[in-house]
């Protein structure tokens, strides 16, 4: 793992920097996998009525089905694939999102460093948010 930490070793760790900052509720709380979920949903959805458009619109394709067959497959089919596209296009930004909390978690002066603007915006968003002064001498 980074730093030569295990997996085990390395979410320990982890942990307790949170609790050490009192951040028991940012981990707690789970608005972007909520977030995420409802992306995966309506992209989903929105894929399913796609495929029952293209469905409708060219029965020929399902020539070898009943005539409601065809449709309902398509959005089955459709729906299918757009959640598993999507789910694994954005657990990258769900990782991302949690690399970035853990690492501004670990070293909030860095990014106030290279970034200012966005160190100033995200700590005010987590002060708003949870009501948790972010002690950076830790």
């Not at 972007?32 to 399913?48: A, I, K, P, R």
């Not at 458009?53 to 497959?73: C, E, H, K, R």
């Not at 999102?97 to 978690?105: D, Q």
Request: with cysteine; aromatic share 10%.
């Amino acid at each position: 793992g980074l730093y030569g930490y295990s997996f085990l070793e390395a979410g320990s760790a982890v942990s307790d920097l949170f609790n050490t900052r009192g951040w028991t509720a940012v981990i707690s709380d789970c608005s972007v996998g909520v977030c995420l979920l409802m992306m995966n949903t309506f992209v989903s959805f929105t894929t399913s009525i796609l495929c029952l458009v293209i469905a409708t619109a060219y029965p020929q394709w399902f020539s070898s089905m009943d005539d409601n067959v065809g449709p309902l497959a398509a959005v089955y089919i459709g729906g299918i694939a757009g959640y598993i596209t999507s789910s694994t296009i954005l657990s990258l930004s769900a990782s991302a999102a949690n690399a970035s909390l853990v690492c501004f978690a670990e070293a909030p002066d860095v990014l106030s460093v290279y970034h200012p603007k966005l160190s100033k915006d995200l700590s005010r968003s987590l002060k708003e948010a949870w009501a948790t002064p972010l002690d950076s001498s830790l």
